[in-house]
């Protein structure tokens, strides 16, 4: 440019060119930002307390299973699937036995959740060893003992089919605005979410933030979303948005603390409750079951960021 003054004139097809290319590398920065980003890293960034996952004492022999359940940057928190259960803690009356759960508590400390899967769907309670000796105050008496033998512990009510508004939900609202007027302590809710690709309630959100405006946490505790094998590429298309459409009406709900999957690979599925209830159901998780990420993790992540 020489014996030129001011700025260079340069031709339109150069600044073009120019701006594709930045508009390029902008977009693949995202993208690859998106690739890298993972579950509990994310949740944390959008005001969540955790992102976390159910795991069972048969999958920790499995050495790539435990690496991966040990990658705190996508799961902060564990739940023990079964290991702490009734009948695995007192297989009979008087045998108490906490190795399980021992196990698993091992590898992270957890929330507990004393009180779970009380109702019926028509929302009056279910029939129990409890509830037929005690009636509904076998409820509070837990609570009290839970508080009272662990002041820290955050004590939730964790039930299923309350995904969506209706008559359980409703049951739901009622039972904890008792609980709370009577003084019992009750610090959330547990939405447990086993869904069925295509069929997530639209009413999800909605009834997220009607449970934390009762005053309490609200989290999402054993999530998957189940679909009718085989695996087809519509199906996986379907459970990614699915997925995303939770993680979003949590992530809506500031008062929805976290969400939990009901493990992460489709790898030990055949030890799940899934296909003995659900006949020719089945990979449900965000994970397959070699490992790799599906399309539903894609939809987490999108949720997320």
Not at 236 to 254: I, M
Request: overall charge neutral; hydrophobic content about 45%.
């Amino acid at each position: 440019m020489d014996g030129m003054q001011g700025n260079p004139t340069w031709p339109k097809s150069t600044i073009t060119i120019t701006m594709r290319r930045t508009l390029a590398v902008v977009v693949f920065a995202i993208f690859a930002s998106v690739i890298e980003a993972q579950l509990n890293t994310l949740a944390i960034a959008r005001g969540k307390k955790y992102f976390g996952t159910a795991t069972d004492n048969s999958e920790l022999n499995d050495g790539p299973y435990v690496a991966q359940l040990g990658n705190t940057a996508d799961f902060h928190q564990l739940t023990p699937a079964n290991s702490m259960k009734w009948d695995a803690t007192e297989p009979s009356r008087g045998n108490f036995t906490f190795d399980g759960g021992e196990a698993i508590v091992a590898q992270a400390e957890k929330n507990k959740q004393l009180v779970r899967e009380i109702l019926n769907d028509d929302g009056t309670f279910r029939q129990s060893v409890f509830f037929n000796t005690m009636g509904r105050s076998f409820i509070s008496v837990a609570l009290h003992a839970a508080r009272d033998a662990d002041p820290a512990a955050k004590l939730y009510i964790n039930d299923f089919n309350i995904e969506g508004t209706g008559v359980k939900s409703t049951a739901m609202v009622n039972l904890v605005k008792s609980l709370k007027a009577q003084g019992v302590p009750i610090d959330g809710i547990g939405v447990q979410a086993h869904l069925i690709v295509g069929q997530v309630p639209s009413s999800l959100q909605a009834n997220l933030a009607q449970f934390a405006a009762l005053g309490v946490e609200v989290a999402i505790t054993e999530l998957d979303i189940r679909m009718t094998l085989p695996v087809t590429s519509a199906l996986l298309a379907q459970q990614q948005k699915d997925y995303q459409t939770v993680v979003s009406a949590c992530r809506a709900v500031s008062g929805c603390i976290g969400i939990t999957v009901w493990d992460w690979t489709d790898k030990f599925l055949q030890y799940s409750w899934i296909p003995g209830t659900f006949v020719g159901q089945g990979a449900a998780c965000p994970w397959d079951a070699n490992f790799v990420k599906k399309p539903a993790y894609t939809g987490i992540v999108a949720a997320l960021s």
